[in-house]
């Protein structure tokens, strides 16, 4: 069955993004909208929330469409709205998400240190730091170059195709760790536990997935236009 596709504007009810996808609470919440919006148009949210609205439709719309780079155009994004959506996805992930699926795989496997339980810990733990030692370099790097551009200032020693050749993706572990999970479920482990665990895995793979198409299809391109800019203009100075 295809999932349907939408292309949302500032005039569609907010309230109609989730009724449509559950995935875009996620997204709102990244941009610093909270729930509680009644009726009123996904314009008027956003400026209620001081959120750029095309900034905040071009995830949207890029979220429901992953291949589908033509629901957005590059002079629409706003670079600083992106950062702000980027670092709160940042957050979740590092401060909530992963911590929560550790506790539920903790309790669920019932840890003991006699069985493969200590394998699945030890997997999910290696997977946590590699996602943390990439998300704090983007944040301690790649972000502050960001800035720096965004005050005119170029840096001849770093351009963000550096990162893009080097912007690993951080989700193929998760399918090794499920498979880990589904294959050698220790026996005392609490099913319905381990199982959440499981969706939660699940669900972390498709948003992390999710959230790298973001930075591939939409930041980076942003930001590979504004080093173009800030190079236009410095070759214009005179020597």
């Known amino acids: 069955m295809q999932t349907p596709h939408y292309n949302y504007?500032?005039?569609?009810?907010?309230?109609?993004?989730?009724?449509?996808?559950?995935?875009?609470?996620?997204?709102?919440s990244r941009f610093g909208i909270k729930v509680g919006f009644g009726d009123k148009t996904v314009a008027e949210v956003c400026e209620e929330h001081n959120v750029d609205c095309m900034t905040f439709l071009a995830v949207v719309n890029f979220v429901s469409n992953p291949n589908d780079s033509s629901t957005f155009h590059l002079n629409e994004i706003s670079i600083r709205s992106i950062l702000q959506y980027l670092r709160s996805s940042h957050i979740?992930?590092?401060?909530?998400?992963?911590?929560?699926?550790?506790?539920k795989l903790l309790d669920g496997i019932r840890f003991r240190t006699s069985d493969v339980s200590i394998l699945i810990l030890k997997f999910f733990d290696e997977y946590s730091f590699e996602v943390r030692t990439h998300m704090e370099y983007e944040e301690n790097h790649v972000f502050d170059y960001v800035h720096r551009l965004l005050d005119g200032i170029a840096d001849p020693n770093?351009?963000?195709?550096?990162?893009?050749?080097?912007?690993?993706?951080?989700?193929?572990?998760l399918r090794e760790l499920k498979t880990l999970i589904i294959r050698y479920c220790p026996e005392s482990a609490d099913v319905n536990l381990l199982n959440a665990a499981?969706?939660?895995i699940c669900q972390c793979k498709q948003e992390l997935d999710s959230h790298s198409k973001v930075e591939n299809m939409i930041f980076i391109p942003a930001i590979e236009a504004l080093e173009t800019k800030i190079s236009s203009r410095e070759g214009c100075n005179p020597q």
């Open 198 to 200: 499981l969706f939660d």
């Open 9 to 28: 504007t500032p005039d569609d009810k907010m309230i109609t993004l989730i009724s449509d996808n559950y995935r875009m609470i996620q997204v709102m």
């Open 158 to 173: 770093f351009k963000i195709s550096t990162y893009s050749d080097h912007h690993e993706e951080v989700t193929s572990k």
């Open 92 to 103: 979740y992930f590092l401060d909530y998400l992963l911590p929560e699926i550790r506790r």
